[in-house]
């Protein structure tokens, strides 16, 4: 049985961001995935802000930098659109499979060891380590570390398995649906359009996000609750579109989204949780690429403490819960208070909203400020006395 320092279930953005720490930091780190190959599918809409990359130290790159983007179209269920021009580039819509595996081959020339095909379906805890059991490439074997970093997606088996709670509701699910499409037609390929309306896509939105002039992902999210499939809507979105019922399907993606609240203990003895095992997600539009990286940073680092002092217990490695709510999580706690508010609106007050607020405004909501938010209502939309209270309920 091969012994490491740290065994990384799951070689995703959160998984190889925090094997390439690790490795960085002289730590013995195996990252298993069991995908055959590295980022595919990708279950992505893959944009990608450029202050994500610069807070996780990522240089856009060509090969996976398809398309720049610099601003944001939002259509209002009757297509009143509200425009987001920002000053300058704000972001790519990556190539996902290219930008993984590219981390990849980073990961392991500081000297990570990736496997892939490789299934991890139990963990026991034996004399202070944590023996991995996986099937890889249809042969058993078994791995063994005093400390597991579960980054093994929204249906994470690992955390569950070391005895974490990860129980998610339906409620604080949606369900993600996407085609990749190609001879499609839209304004503008530096905009990603999102498109909102309890008809078109219940508690959630259709994107656009161009990968090219004539190519995009173009994908819905909606609750998890929902009676139709997210397939469904989306199809009869498409359909409605003059630009895109003509087009072609290149890639079917589908995935859920951890959009509720994170989970409040991320840590046992022998074991972190990071990215979307953790829920760590953007509440409102869902993305999570970022998110999961900045944590396995944050994870990665406490990890190399505990290695050092040879103490793996809960106590040591909760210090990263600490420090990831401190970063983000607290911040990402407003954005789910705002998502709550926006959610107890009908199709009638986003219209509303469309016709009285800025791009800045949206902006301010985003983001999760709230008492600029709550000036800006209360500014804007007096003469909406309904809107303002739902708002203000929200906001204190
Ligand atoms: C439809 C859709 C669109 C999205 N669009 C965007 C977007 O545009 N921008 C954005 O920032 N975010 C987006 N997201 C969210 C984003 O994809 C995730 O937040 C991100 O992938 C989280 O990274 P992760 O490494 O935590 O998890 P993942 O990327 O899910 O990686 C987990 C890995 O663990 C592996 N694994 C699972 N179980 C095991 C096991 N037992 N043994 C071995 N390996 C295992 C899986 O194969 C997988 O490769 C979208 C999500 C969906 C579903």
Redesign the pocket.
């Given at each position: 049985m091969q012994e490491f320092d740290v065994i990384v279930?799951?070689?995703?953005?959160?998984?190889?961001m925090a094997a390439k720490k690790l490795a960085e930091g002289k730590a013995r780190v195996l990252c298993?995935?069991?995908?055959q190959e590295?980022g595919v599918p990708k279950?992505?809409?893959?944009?990608?802000s450029i202050k994500?990359m610069e807070r996780v130290g990522l240089k856009p790159d060509p090969s996976w930098c398809l398309q720049e983007i610099d601003g944001v179209g939002l259509y209002s269920p009757s297509m009143k659109s509200l425009e987001i021009k920002f000053n300058r580039l704000s972001g790519y819509v990556i190539e996902r499979r290219v930008f993984e595996k590219d981390l990849a081959k980073i990961t392991a020339s500081k000297g990570a060891l990736i496997r892939t095909k490789?299934?991890?379906?139990s963990f026991e805890r034996k004399d202070g380590q944590v023996i991995v059991t996986?099937i890889e490439q249809g042969f058993e074997v078994k791995y063994s570390a005093p400390l597991i970093i579960a980054?093994?997606?929204?249906?994470?088996?690992?955390a569950r398995k070391l005895g974490l709670n990860t129980k998610i509701t339906l409620d604080d699910i949606d369900s993600?649906?996407?085609y990749e499409m190609t001879n499609i037609s839209f304004e503008n390929p530096s905009y990603i359009n999102l498109f909102f309306g309890t008809e078109i896509a219940p508690r959630g939105y259709v994107?656009i996000?161009p990968k090219s002039k004539t190519g995009a992902?173009v994908?819905i999210?909606i609750g998890g609750k929902e009676e139709k499939t997210a397939k469904e809507y989306l199809d009869k979105f498409i359909q409605n579109h003059p630009g895109l019922k003509n087009g072609s399907i290149i890639e079917v993606?589908?995935?859920?989204?951890p959009v509720g609240d994170f989970l409040d203990e991320m840590t046992a003895d022998n074991l972190m949780v990071?990215?979307?095992?953790a829920h760590?997600?953007n509440p409102i539009h869902?993305?999570?690429?970022?998110?999961?990286m900045e944590a396995a940073l944050i994870a990665a680092e406490v990890a190399l403490e505990a290695i050092e002092k040879r103490d793996f217990s809960q106590k040591l490695l909760s210090k990263y819960n600490g420090i990831w709510y401190k970063t983000r999580g607290n911040s990402l706690k407003k954005i789910l208070k705002q998502r709550h508010m926006l959610e107890a609106l009908d199709d009638k007050y986003f219209e509303t909203l469309a016709e009285s607020i800025t791009g800045d405004d949206v902006m301010l909501i985003a983001e999760g400020k709230l008492a600029a938010s709550a000036k800006m209502v209360i500014k804007k939309l007096v003469r909406h006395p309904k809107l303002v209270s739902v708002m203000l309920k929200y906001l204190k």
């Amino acid at each position: 049985m091969q012994e490491f320092d740290v065994i990384v279930i799951g070689a995703g953005p959160a998984g190889l961001m925090a094997a390439k720490k690790l490795a960085e930091g002289k730590a013995r780190v195996l990252c298993i995935d069991k995908k055959q190959e590295i980022g595919v599918p990708k279950r992505c809409g893959e944009g990608l802000s450029i202050k994500w990359m610069e807070r996780v130290g990522l240089k856009p790159d060509p090969s996976w930098c398809l398309q720049e983007i610099d601003g944001v179209g939002l259509y209002s269920p009757s297509m009143k659109s509200l425009e987001i021009k920002f000053n300058r580039l704000s972001g790519y819509v990556i190539e996902r499979r290219v930008f993984e595996k590219d981390l990849a081959k980073i990961t392991a020339s500081k000297g990570a060891l990736i496997r892939t095909k490789c299934h991890a379906h139990s963990f026991e805890r034996k004399d202070g380590q944590v023996i991995v059991t996986c099937i890889e490439q249809g042969f058993e074997v078994k791995y063994s570390a005093p400390l597991i970093i579960a980054a093994d997606g929204t249906e994470s088996l690992a955390a569950r398995k070391l005895g974490l709670n990860t129980k998610i509701t339906l409620d604080d699910i949606d369900s993600g649906y996407q085609y990749e499409m190609t001879n499609i037609s839209f304004e503008n390929p530096s905009y990603i359009n999102l498109f909102f309306g309890t008809e078109i896509a219940p508690r959630g939105y259709v994107w656009i996000f161009p990968k090219s002039k004539t190519g995009a992902n173009v994908g819905i999210g909606i609750g998890g609750k929902e009676e139709k499939t997210a397939k469904e809507y989306l199809d009869k979105f498409i359909q409605n579109h003059p630009g895109l019922k003509n087009g072609s399907i290149i890639e079917v993606n589908a995935g859920t989204i951890p959009v509720g609240d994170f989970l409040d203990e991320m840590t046992a003895d022998n074991l972190m949780v990071i990215g979307d095992a953790a829920h760590q997600v953007n509440p409102i539009h869902g993305g999570g690429i970022g998110i999961a990286m900045e944590a396995a940073l944050i994870a990665a680092e406490v990890a190399l403490e505990a290695i050092e002092k040879r103490d793996f217990s809960q106590k040591l490695l909760s210090k990263y819960n600490g420090i990831w709510y401190k970063t983000r999580g607290n911040s990402l706690k407003k954005i789910l208070k705002q998502r709550h508010m926006l959610e107890a609106l009908d199709d009638k007050y986003f219209e509303t909203l469309a016709e009285s607020i800025t791009g800045d405004d949206v902006m301010l909501i985003a983001e999760g400020k709230l008492a600029a938010s709550a000036k800006m209502v209360i500014k804007k939309l007096v003469r909406h006395p309904k809107l303002v209270s739902v708002m203000l309920k929200y906001l204190k």
